[in-house]
């Protein structure tokens, strides 16, 4: 037991303060994988401790790492991965607990989130150079779990700037990304019909946002994509 703890500790160093991008992606994979199975196997709470909070807090803020390099490593291993670790694999189970600390990761860096979102705007006609489509990338990321976390506290602000930005964003990605974002509010009961936000279920998409809404391979599938399906003309 001693030496998982010295494990951790090295992990969380390595996260925080390594100068190689890859050594801090792998330990920040590694702690992430830890803490998703154990609560998985039912071996912990599916509670993310404050020492990983932390750590994840400090690759956002960084001011030198590169913005697409800090979606990677703050995003956590998907449910595919999480699956080939496991001997018996529970799907519901394992969307169960990553839905749990995606949420909680969205609540405690909220702060963080929505400075990183502003922070990371890219203005002006549209480039795809590497470092614009990075802040482009975290920006978006950045609102998704904005959104995410305003399931759960009622805000109705940050849906209500992604529904704006579906609609007067200046590019695909920034749209695509916007789309996302409110899709995680569509596909929870619980954030629908809350005053002063974004009436999803009673405004249907057009057709070319509902070709983006298929477009977003892995994050809206089988009937969560018909959940946003074109209005239809009569």
């Known amino acids: 037991r001693e030496v998982a703890r010295e494990a951790v500790r090295k992990s969380l160093v390595l996260l925080k303060h390594d100068s190689d991008a890859f050594n801090r992606w792998e330990a920040g994979q590694r702690l992430a994988l830890n803490r998703l199975l154990g609560a998985i196997r ?5 509670v993310l401790d404050d020492a990983f909070i932390d750590a994840m807090r400090s690759v956002l803020r960084h001011p030198q790492l590169d913005p697409a390099f800090k979606c990677l490593v703050l995003s956590l291993p998907d449910e595919n991965l999480l699956a080939e670790q496991l001997d018996s694999v529970n799907p519901q189970r394992i969307h169960a607990v990553r839905e749990v600390m995606q949420g909680q990761l969205a609540q405690a860096l909220r702060d963080d989130w929505a400075w990183a979102f502003e922070a990371h705007q890219v203005g002006g006609a549209y480039t795809p150079d590497p470092a614009s489509a990075g802040r482009r990338s975290l920006a978006n990321l950045a609102l998704a779990m904005l959104c995410l976390d ?11 700037r992604a529904y704006q930005r579906v609609k007067d ?6 749209r695509l990304g916007a789309l996302a974002a409110l899709v995680v509010l569509v596909l929870r009961p619980e954030a629908r019909g809350r005053p002063g936000w974004p009436r999803l279920q009673h405004r249907p998409l057009d057709e070319p946002q509902a070709r983006s809404a298929q477009a977003l391979d892995g994050d809206v599938q089988g009937d969560h994509v018909r959940a946003v399906k074109p209005r239809t003309r009569g």
């Open 150 to 160: 305003a399931v759960k506290s009622g805000d109705a602000v940050w849906p209500g």
């Open 42 to 46: 039912g071996e912990r709470e599916p």
């Open 169 to 174: 964003a200046g590019n695909m990605t920034d």
